[in-house]
């Protein structure tokens, strides 16, 4: 399946799995590669809710909402690649780009997460 969920609510994500799965049977690889950068080169003290709210769903949140509907496929058939993208600017934080940072830095922290969790199934 190759397709771009171009979407941050779990709802769709969920169907948007679901379909892939009927449609072609199983799904072998999930692909997270998500990134806004709004307000860049905006210190944090310039930065409003907005601009993080933006940067949180698509970055992040929609991360865990594919990883979340993608793990129990991937546990059923013991088979499954996940890739998350991150970013550089994570560890590095960045000052011109302070949500961006933050948030790629949490995509790391997830990914580990979803390693451990899901490695007893070869995921």
Known sequence: MNTSLATTKEAEIEASIAEGIRTFGHIDILVNNAGVIPALGH??????????????????????????????????????????ISSIAGPLSSQSMPSYSVVKMGVITFTKIVAKELAPYHV
């Open 43 to 84: 210190p944090f003290t310039r930065q409003v809710e907005a601009d993080w709210d933006t940067v949180f769903n698509v970055n992040l949140k929609s991360v865990f909402f594919t990883c979340k509907h993608i793990a129990g496929h991937f546990m059923e058939r013991r088979y499954g690649k996940i890739v998350n």
